[in-house]
């Protein structure tokens, strides 16, 4: 027969395991098949020792063992003391399979201890939304697996030390710089860091004007160098910025890109206006808010 040879490891794995756990939790630790690690358990001719009273897994000390109807047949139940002093019941075979490890209890425990390891700074200020921008802007700056790093930590930008290791620090300074709800987190420089210095608290709109498509790709018309930002306020323009963009990436005549009114008719429709929409989203995602608006 096919497949990856047993080795002596593994068979022992069984051997130990194999009385009391289930084979499907031996199969996914091995990373075997289950049909393979049955076909192993018959092999070595290990037989299921059942639980008894008095036995004892993780937090649950087994008191009592009884029949009773369950669906459409009789299974056994367990009747335990919890580690923590409750008292419980639950089929024996889900404390044999490791999935009734305690009361409930430990389960609480657990994520007491996870909640203090996460509040281990002893800021109390996990739940406020200060938090959320803090952990998304280190993730964006050092996690390559998002789609937004490219645009962040992609390009070089990281967070300063001194926020990067210390929420509270953060925390503090947002509450001193204007920070407030429906306001989002803006470098100043956008091809700096997170840092005090260069960082603000701006509404979507200042934000969009800072954007680096935006802000920084400079057109010449009319004998003037300026940004399509700055364009977009000229007199002599009558489309938005990012009608703007979509014609230079169409290889318009940058003054006819600039002066031509936008012809969105009816919905014949829209093929125009959704075509400059998925446009905007691929290539400045960070004005197609403000452009959908206008």
Known sequence: MGGKRWTNE???????????????????????????????????????????????????????????????????????????????????TIIMTGKQKSCGCLKAKLASERMKEYNKDGHGLSNHKLYYVWATMKTRCSNPNIHYYKDYGGRGITVCDEWKEDFKTF?????????????????????????????????????????????????TAFGEIKTVHEWSKDERCAVSVGTILYRIGAEWDIERAITQKSERKTQRDGEYSLALCRFIKKNYPDILEDFKNQ
């Open 171 to 219: 925390y503090d300074w947002s509450m001193e710089n204007g920070y407030k709800e429906g306001l989002s987190i803006d470098r100043v420089d956008n091809d700096g860091n997170y840092e005090p210095d260069n960082c603000r608290w701006a509404t979507s709109k200042e934000q969009a004007e800072n954007r680096r498509n935006s802000i920084k790709k400079e057109i």
């Open 10 to 92: 593994e068979e022992d794995v069984v051997r130990m395991r194999g009385p009391l756990e289930s084979c499907e939790s031996i199969a996914k630790d091995l990373g075997r098949s289950l049909r393979s690690v049955q076909h192993k358990h018959e092999q070595l001719g290990i037989e299921k020792e059942g639980l008894k009273i008095g036995d004892t897994v993780e937090y649950i000390t087994i008191e009592d063992i009884k029949l009773e109807f369950y669906g459409k047949q009789n299974k056994r139940f367990a009747y335990y003391k919890c580690k923590c002093g409750n008292n419980g019941k639950c089929l024996l």
